[in-house]
């Protein structure tokens, strides 16, 4: 598999723009759908997600914490069975925009993470429009300070967590790796994967419609406008089937953390699309997987 890779502090060009605004609203919607980019069905990718994660439940042992009082607020975790020395954590969040999957179809990458010695954590949170956007960012950033808060009875290492998310589940990861900047707790680094990281451009589309989302709620929940100096080194991921808009979120997301000297290494893989380059995240043959061998110094 041939990779395009592009490692700071190189750029990418700086007329890029996401240009959002000029498009039609029948346009936005086909833009933000990405499966539009693979012909509308991604059915087979989803079906693939749930054998791959009975897969490896079935090879792993995993235990369920509650990070919250309600029933959904839970973080299923895969040890390793290395008993002498606190292993690193790779904490994963599912896609779905906010509104679809679980962990019970998210499971995937624990087979793969424990076979190279790397615990892996899968966080639960409410769905829309069960809960806002707001809210899930909130029980979302309160599941990563359980985590830091928990680590040493939970036998990983609390200095070598790295977040990690696809679609939605990258804006999710790269929002509490901001507020971990704020909460002092110390990163190792995130790996987003085919992210969102300007949500506005939602509003007025079909996503919209379980996420009610206002201009002011876009806006702070946007990772594209927040303070990004603090940020640990990162990968940014899309695929090369992936719609011009959601291209164009991952590199200009990438230049503004390079733009703070933030060490960023950004891929487009090909052959790979919005749904299916995520299923490389833990597999070191592949050049997913070898990014986070790099940021583990494995």
Known sequence: MNIKRKQSPKSYSTNLDLDWRKLSLSERDNEYSPSSAIGGDYTPFIQKYVTE?????????????????????????????????????LVFFHGGYWQELSVEESFFPAINSIKNHICFAELEYTLAPQASIDEIVNECKDAINWLFLNSKKLGFD???????????????????????????????????VSGIYDIEPLIGTSINEALYLKKDQAVRNSPMFKDLKKFPPTVVVWGENETEQFKKQSKIF?????????????????NKNHFDVILDLTDFDEPLGRELKVLLNL
Do not use: W
Request: glycine share 4%; proline share 2%.
């Open 158 to 192: 609390k200095n070598k967590i790295i977040l990690a998310g696809s679609s939605a589940g990258a804006h999710l990861a790269a929002m509490c790796t901001i507020y971990n900047q704020e909460s002092k707790n110390n990163l190792l680094g995130s790996i987003l």
């Open 53 to 89: 994660s009975k897969m490896a439940r079935s090879n792993v042992s995993s235990q369920k914490y509650q990070y919250g009082k309600k029933e959904n607020q839970f973080i299923e975790i895969a040890h390793t069975l290395n008993n002498k020395d606190l292993d690193p954590l």
């Open 254 to 270: 990438a230049n503004k953390l390079i733009d703070m000297e933030v060490p960023v290494r950004s891929l487009e893989i090909e």
